[in-house]
Nanobody, 126 residues
Framework: QVQLVESGGGLVQPGGSLRLSCAAS????????MGWLRQAPGKKREFVAA????????NYADSVKGRFTISRDNDRNTVYLQMNSLKPEDTAVYYC???????????????????WGQGTQVIVSS
């Protein structure tokens, strides 16, 4: 099991950047696939990005490809989401989550993730 705490959210203007961090505790972090998902008001929670346990396999939602980058540091038990060229439609609560599946992507149900953080708010507005 892992426990997850996100940070780094805030208010940013369109075109700006933010880096989200997710600090994990628990021995299972280094063998878990880690993901970022988001939920906008009135919408379902949606997949944003995921990274394999070794950090070499990543995948992204089409809506963020080329703008967001997921990475992880297993020595620091932390996963990151670098968000560039932010758009108002990126406004949402962003959640870090851990999965024991060997692979997760935008088609994966949220039940594939066994542990969730509390979320961090990102607002993109001028």
């Amino acid at each position: 099991q892992v426990q997850l705490v996100e940070s780094g959210g805030g208010l940013v203007q369109p075109g700006g950047s933010l880096r989200l961090s997710c600090a994990a505790s628990g021995s299972a972090f280094s063998i878990s696939v880690m993901g970022w998902l988001r939920q906008a008001p009135g919408k379902k929670r949606e997949f944003v990005a995921a990274i394999g346990w070794g950090g070499h396999s990543t995948n992204y939602a089409d809506s963020v490809k080329g703008r967001f980058t997921i990475s992880r540091d297993n020595d620091r038990n932390t996963v990151y989401l670098q968000m560039n060229s932010l758009k108002p439609e990126d406004t949402a609560v962003y959640y870090c989550a851990a999965s024991q599946r060997p692979y997760v992507d935008s088609a994966s149900p949220t039940t594939d993730f066994y542990s969730w953080g509390q979320g961090t708010q990102v607002i993109v507005s001028s």
